[in-house]
C-alpha cells in the first residue's frame, strides 16, 4: 500500500532561518505531489504540487519543493521562515489516473517559528 | 459558496448517539471526498464520490461510518452508535477531477470536530 513518511514531527527555528522538511513516498508508478499547511484553527490549504514537468516546484508565499524520482522524495523548503509560517505542514500523494484520486497524507510535521 | 463547508464545526456526542455531519463542495465539484483526521496524525482517507456515486469507500472503519451524497451535491457523513474511538476531525474535500481532468487539486473544509462521551 502506498505511504508517505515525514521525518521530523516538531521542528522549531528562529525567525529568518531556513527550512526544508523531509517527505517521503512507497509508490513506484506515477504520482502526484502536494504540500497543504494547517495554521492554527483554519483548513488545510495548498501549498504547492507537483503533476510532471519541472521538478522544481514553487508555491505559494516563498516555499518551495523539489522532487527526486531516484530518491522518492519531495522536500518542502523554504529560504528563510517568518513566524507567520507556524503551522503544520502535510505531505500528500495521489496515485496519477487512479480513478479515486484521493489523497494520502503523510503524518505531518509542526513548526514552530521563534520571533 | 466560495469554498467548502462544513457544519456543524463542533460535535459532541454521548457514546451510543448517532451523528450526520454535512459537507457543501464547492459548486460545480464532480469528486468529493471524507477524510478522518486523528489528534496528531495525518487526514485518512473514509470514502469518495463521484457526483452521487460512492466510487470508493475502503476507508470507512466500520458498517456503523455510512456517507450519502444524494443529489451529486451536498454529503453526509452519518456515524451510529458513536464511540470514543471515533472522536476525531472529519474533513471534506471536494475537486474537480474526473476521468477527462485527472491533474487537479483537492480544496478542503474546515473540518467538524467530534467528541464522543
Known amino acids: 500500500a502506498q505511504s508517505v513518511s515525514q521525518h521530523n514531527h516538531h521542528v522549531i527555528l528562529s525567525e529568518a532561518a531556513s527550512l526544508e522538511l523531509g517527505c517521503n513516498y512507497s509508490y513506484g508508478g506515477t504520482v502526484n505531489l502536494f504540500w497543504y499547511v494547517q495554521y492554527p484553527g483554519q483548513h488545510l490549504q495548498l501549498l504547492l504540487k507537483?503533476?510532471?514537468?519541472?521538478?522544481l516546484v514553487k508555491g505559494i508565499k516563498g516555499f518551495e519543493a523539489e522532487f527526486i524520482k531516484s530518491k522518492f522524495s519531495f522536500n518542502l523548503r523554504k529560504p528563510s521562515v517568518q513566524w507567520s509560517d507556524t503551522a503544520e505542514y502535510f505531505c500528500a500523494v495521489t496515485n496519477y489516473g487512479g480513478s479515486q484520486g484521493n489523497l494520502i497524507f503523510g503524518k505531518g510535521t509542526k513548526l514552530s517559528v521563534k520571533p | 459558496g466560495a469554498g467548502v463547508s462544513q457544519s456543524p464545526r463542533y460535535k459532541v456526542a454521548k457514546r451510543g448517539q448517532d451523528v450526520a455531519l454535512r459537507c457543501d463542495p464547492i459548486?460545480?465539484?464532480?469528486?468529493l471526498f471524507w477524510y478522518q483526521q486523528a489528534l496528531g496524525q495525518g487526514p485518512e482517507f473514509l470514502t469518495y464520490f463521484q457526483n452521487e456515486a460512492q466510487l470508493d469507500k475502503s476507508g470507512l472503519p466500520s458498517d456503523r461510518f455510512f456517507a450519502e451524497r444524494p443529489e451529486g451535491s451536498v454529503s453526509t457523513l452519518k456515524i451510529q452508535r458513536t464511540q470514543q474511538e471515533d472522536s476525531a476531525v472529519y474533513l471534506c474535500?471536494?475537486?474537480?477531477?474526473?476521468?477527462?481532468?485527472?491533474?487537479?487539486?483537492?480544496?478542503f473544509g474546515q473540518g467538524t470536530r467530534l467528541t464522543v462521551v
Open positions: 507537483y503533476f510532471s514537468g519541472d521538478p
Open positions: 459548486s460545480g465539484h464532480v469528486s
Open positions: 474535500a471536494s475537486s474537480s477531477r474526473s476521468r477527462d481532468r485527472l491533474n487537479t487539486e483537492a480544496f
